[in-house]
């Protein structure tokens, strides 16, 4: 399998995060990119390469121009206009306000294009972000070529951010990249599997009114669990992306017999679906010790999922999303691809 990573990605350090009331350090953290690289090596899973740039093009197919830009100015524009702690955003265009003018000042435009206030913007996030796409668009690109199987170690992670909204961590949606590429480069139809125990909103807004692109989500409880406000099981797509969205919304607590059952029935979707390609948002979690979720997968748990993605047999790109428990993280990952290489 080929391995993709760039030191690039941990030019994001950031020193705050908003979890339980409280200003934390942020559990999506540079630390997990080498613990992830350490078990990817020990385990010889596969030749570690560097990305080329692909440039802003790949990212403008998705994203909005406007966010797009506002990313990449936010931390000057924060340091210039005086601001002392990192980029947080306090207010938003909620239900009883406009939503129809973006502010000038920065403050303003931070609310508008954040969906959360739990993820900050600091020096290097644009840059980080640039080179996780860059990480993403390799590994597809490598699949595309070969057909055969590649993982992308993106960090920060996609599958939170929708059109013009970051969040969750997340500020370009890597695997919404991945599948515009391939569908660029010639294929019908492409499926997104997004086994992170948060639902990929994101992915899901991005693709919900088409049918080129199936997308796939287990997840906990919106009624529970973060983002809380999509991934119910009635979101199935709009117009011609009717049926095309399918999400499996889980209860806290839930084992890998529950959540192995929803992953069945979502393979056979994705079978039935005639897609020429799989990306999978591979969030590992799902780990019974992971800080920030509920779900009860054990480590071993991991390799069957590789197995079970393996079945479908087809060319398949993997891309790193969630994961926060830090000293497991590395042998999560290593599971799922050394399960998916076995079959």
């Not at 993106?154 to 909204?165: E, K, L, S």
């Not at 997004?194 to 997308?215: E, K, P, S």
Request: glycine share 10%; proline share 5%; aromatic share 10%.
């Amino acid at each position: 399998m080929r391995l993709y990573h760039s030191e690039t990605t941990k030019s994001r350090r950031a020193r705050t995060e908003l979890h339980d009331g409280a200003l934390v350090t942020p559990f999506e953290c540079p630390e997990r990119v080498d613990l992830v690289l350490a078990a990817l090596r020990e385990r010889g899973l596969g030749e570690v390469q560097a990305p080329r740039a692909f440039g802003l093009d790949p990212v403008l197919a998705i994203h909005d121009r406007g966010y797009v830009e506002f990313l990449s100015r936010c931390w000057d524009d924060w340091v210039a206009a005086g601001m002392v702690g990192e980029a947080i955003p306090n207010v938003w265009p909620a239900r009883t306000m406009r939503g129809d003018r973006i502010p000038d000042h920065v403050e303003g435009r931070l609310g508008y294009y954040a969906l959360a206030a739990e993820t900050s913007i600091c020096a290097g996030t644009f840059e980080a972000a640039m080179a996780s796409k860059d990480v993403a668009l390799a590994a597809v690109d490598h699949v595309l070529a070969s057909g055969e199987p590649a993982f992308g170690l993106c960090r920060p992670p996609g599958h939170h951010a929708a059109t013009d909204q970051f969040g969750g961590y997340c500020f370009f949606n890597n695997a919404a990249i991945a599948a515009q590429w391939a569908l660029d480069a010639g294929r019908i139809r492409v499926a997104i599997l997004d086994v992170d125990f948060h639902h990929g909103n994101g992915t899901q807004q991005i693709f919900y009114a088409r049918d080129d692109v199936l997308f796939l989500s287990l997840h906990g409880d919106p009624r529970h669990c973060f983002p809380y406000f999509l991934g119910h099981a009635d979101e199935h797509g709009e117009e011609a992306g009717e049926g095309f969205t399918v999400n499996y919304p889980l209860p806290p607590g839930t084992g890998y017999e529950a959540w192995g059952e929803a992953l069945e029935d979502a393979l056979a979707r994705i079978r039935a679906a005639d897609c020429e390609l799989l990306v999978v948002s591979l969030g590992v979690d799902t780990f019974e010790g992971d800080p920030i979720s509920a779900f009860t997968l054990a480590s071993g748990d991991f390799l069957d999922v590789g197995r079970r993605l393996a079945s479908l047999s087809l060319p398949t790109v993997f891309l790193l999303e969630g994961g926060y428990a830090v000293a497991e993280i590395g042998a999560n990952v290593a599971n799922v691809l050394e399960g998916f290489g076995r079959v």
